[in-house]
């Protein structure tokens, strides 16, 4: 059996882990969110933490496309990624409308597959 992780199977652990950590990020980042209105100084953080989370969807993507062909460029990709996996859309889809984190992971892993990954 192979080490090496498939598209489709880096895509599903990418969608499980990082809805269980956005779970415990939501709150931070939502505090970030609304005090960047009276406290200039909390922009500045939040810009740096989305900067660190894109650089990570981008390597995520990169990994994505060693392993499959993609079917939109790697930047475009990692624009989806970040948006699809943000703690905003966590925030909508959980807190809001009451998914629960699995449901989340569900539909971001098929989400993502759909969206990125080329039809084999």
Not at 68 to 85: C, D, F, G, M, S
Not at 91 to 116: F, I, S
């Amino acid at each position: 059996m192979s080490t090496s992780l498939t598209a489709m199977r880096l895509s599903q652990l990418f969608a499980r882990d990082y809805t269980a950590m956005s779970e415990r990020v939501r709150p931070v980042s939502e505090v970030l969110r609304t005090a960047k209105a009276v406290e200039p100084e909390m922009a500045t953080v939040r810009e740096e933490m989305e900067a660190h989370r894109f650089a990570y969807m981008r390597a995520i993507v990169q990994r994505l496309a060693s392993r499959a062909k993609l079917r939109v460029p790697p930047n475009r990709a990692a624009q989806i990624v970040w948006t699809l996996a943000s703690p905003d859309v966590g925030r909508m889809l959980c807190d809001v409308q009451g998914w629960t984190t699995g449901q989340y992971a569900d539909w971001l892993e098929d989400t993502l597959a759909t969206t990125l990954l080329a039809a084999r």
